[in-house]
Each structure stands twice: as structure tokens, then as C-alpha cells.
């Protein structure tokens, strides 16, 4: 029993006796100095030895870890290499995209400074040759030699005209005067229709006139004799003077009659326009006349006469003097109603405020 206690018990040994003796040890040598002695503190020691299994599991454990450390720092300078080129490339189309606008806006002035160059050698070419025609064709023997060409001059002169004349606003006075003619001695109420325009009356005006008048066109106004109503008004109306007649002055007499008497009026209330307005026409060499139509007349002052009028004829002259004659659309009067029994006249005119027509 005491044989096979001791077999089995050297048997369980002798694994353990095989490992201790593959075990090795690594001894550390002492490092020699220059002079071939060796350090007394490098003497190998149970300290200093090393377990080689323990070193290869440092080993292992380095080699583990410090892979996953490497790829963190790659991944973090590619990404950043990534960024600085998107930024690179960002610049680069930033700085392309600034030349190019530069560049357009350049290209832009460049052409906007010739065209407005090229516009002012044409202006001043036009205006040249404007200038060279303009002493030929003011010229009355233009009608005669046939050799001037005034088509440019007289072209230039009817825009620029066209031009000046819808600019030109009348000024606050229009004087009309206005008379009855009933077919008999009756009581007439004469009513204004927009009485805030009214600037100056005669007799005075006070909602309405109420007059007795007679047949022959005497009015009988608070015990008082009058001929007619006369009212001035302010912010005449406006007129289109696209058409109408350029008269001489000299010759306004025989324009007058003539016109008048196609519009409606009488010898005697032409005589009174023709007294009125003569003075002002013959200062002028030129003038410009536009008789206005009855809707511009009734638009601007109606009218409210009671007993109402069988006839109700308004005549009303707009004029600007000129220096010299100017080309215009000649304008059509249509003739006036016949007078038929209770007739009612009313004439007048104003002036057109503007420093120059040509």
C-alpha cells in the first residue's frame, strides 16, 4: 500500500516538476562599463527577472490596443484633410463667382456708357442739321424755292410742338358774360352749377340771379339795368390742343367774324367778344386759337336756367400767342342750332399759361 501511495504520489509531481523546469528565466546582464567593470547595481536579481508569459501578454495586450488608437487618429486627420478641401473648394468657386460679377458689371457699365454716347452723337447730329434748316425754313420764300428741303425742320418742330402743347395748363381765368332772350318779358332764375369756382360776378352772384328779362336782351336786376351776367371763374377747364387755328395777329378781326358767326353768335355779341378779346390777340405775331366744345363748357359750369332755354348756344376761346407760325391739325367747327324761342348765349374765353410755344 505504502508502494503505491508513493508511485501515484510521484506521479502527480512530476508534471508539475516538468513545467517548473520548462519555466525559464530571463536573467538580466549586468551592463559592463567603459573600463570593462561591471555595475554593482545591475546584478541580476529575483526583482529584475521577468516572467516571459508575462511579457508576452503585455505584449498582446499593446499589440490589442494600440490598432483601434491608430484608426481614431487616421479617421480624425482624413476627416479634417476632407473639411479643409470642401472649404479649399468653396473658396475657390466663391472667388470664380466674384470675378464673374465683376466682370459682368464691367461689361455692363462699358455698354450703358456707349450707348448713352452713341445716343448723344445722334442727338447732336439731329440738332446740327435742325439748326442749319431752321433760317431757310422760317423764311417766308421756302413756299417758293422749291429746293429747300424743310421736312426734318418741320418734322422736329411739329413733335416738339405736340410735345409742348399737352404740357400747357390754362391759367385761373375764364370770363364769360351771358345773355337771355326770352320771346317774351318773363322772370328768368339763372343758377351756377359749380359756384366754389366762381372768382368774380357782375352783378353779384348769390346762389343764383333771378332777372326780368325781354326779348331784345335787357335784364332789370334789384331795380338795376344790365345787358348781361358776367362771371370769372378760377382753375379753368382743361383743354386738349391737339387741333385748332394759327392766326396771324394782324389778321384776328377777319378770323373772328368769320369763326363767330359759325359758332352762333350775333353782330352785337360778336362786337363785344372782337371789343374784349382784340386787344390781347393783336399784341402777338402769332396766335394759337382752340375753341373749346359744349361738353368740356358744361362739364366744367353747368348751366341751370329756369324756365329752361329752346336754345342754348356756348362759345369759348382758349389762346397763346406765338412768335412764329406753327404746323397744327386745323380744327373742325361744327356749325350752332338755329335760334329757335327762348335763346340763352353765353361766350368767353382764357389764356394758356405756358413761357413758350413754338
Request: charged share 30%; hydrophobic share 30%.
Amino acid at each position: 500500500m505504502t508502494n503505491q501511495k508513493k508511485s501515484t504520489a510521484k506521479v502527480k509531481t512530476t508534471p508539475q516538476a516538468d513545467v517548473s523546469k520548462k519555466a525559464k528565466k530571463v536573467e538580466i546582464k549586468p551592463k559592463e562599463t567603459k573600463g570593462g567593470k561591471k555595475n554593482k547595481n545591475t546584478t541580476p536579481n529575483k526583482e529584475n527577472t521577468l516572467n516571459f508569459d508575462t511579457i508576452k501578454k503585455t505584449q498582446k495586450a499593446k499589440k490589442n490596443t494600440s490598432p483601434h488608437k491608430d484608426n481614431g487618429e487616421k479617421d480624425k486627420k482624413t476627416k479634417k484633410k476632407t473639411v479643409n478641401k470642401k472649404t479649399n473648394n468653396d473658396n475657390i468657386l466663391n472667388n470664380e463667382k466674384n470675378i464673374r460679377t465683376k466682370t459682368n458689371k464691367k461689361l455692363l457699365l462699358c455698354c450703358f456708357i456707349f450707348i448713352i454716347c452713341f445716343l448723344l452723337f445722334i442727338a447732336k447730329s439731329l440738332f446740327i442739321t435742325y439748326k442749319t434748316q431752321e433760317e431757310d425754313c422760317k423764311n417766308p420764300i421756302r413756299f417758293v424755292n422749291s429746293h429747300i428741303d424743310c421736312r426734318f425742320y418741320d418734322y422736329i418742330s411739329e413733335i416738339g410742338y405736340k410735345f409742348k402743347i399737352k404740357a400747357l395748363q390754362p391759367p385761373d381765368v375764364f370770363k364769360p358774360i351771358i345773355y337771355l332772350y326770352p320771346e317774351e318779358e318773363t322772370e328768368i332764375a339763372v343758377q351756377l352749377g359749380n359756384p366754389q369756382k366762381i372768382s368774380h360776378s357782375y352783378p353779384k352772384y348769390e346762389n343764383k340771379w333771378v332777372v326780368t328779362a325781354k326779348p331784345n336782351g335787357d335784364l332789370t336786376y334789384n331795380n338795376r339795368y344790365y345787358y348781361g351776367l358776367y362771371w370769372e371763374g378760377k382753375n379753368a377747364p382743361k383743354i386738349k390742343l391737339d387741333e385748332g387755328f394759327v392766326v396771324k395777329g394782324s389778321d384776328s378781326i377777319t378770323f373772328l367774324e368769320e369763326k363767330l358767326a359759325i359758332l352762333g353768335l350775333n353782330e352785337r355779341e360778336a362786337n363785344e367778344f372782337i371789343i374784349y378779346w382784340l386787344p390781347k390777340l393783336e399784341n402777338n405775331p402769332y396766335n394759337f386759337i382752340k375753341f373749346a366744345s359744349m361738353e368740356v363748357q358744361n362739364k366744367y359750369m353747368p348751366l341751370n336756367i329756369e324756365p329752361k332755354p329752346d336754345t342754348l348756344i356756348r362759345v369759348m376761346m382758349a389762346y397763346k400767342g406765338l412768335d412764329s407760325p406753327i404746323k397744327i391739325k386745323e380744327q373742325i367747327l361744327e356749325p350752332s342750332p338755329k335760334r329757335n324761342g327762348f335763346v340763352v348765349i353765353e361766350w368767353g374765353g382764357t389764356e394758356i399759361n405756358s413761357d413758350k410755344v413754338y
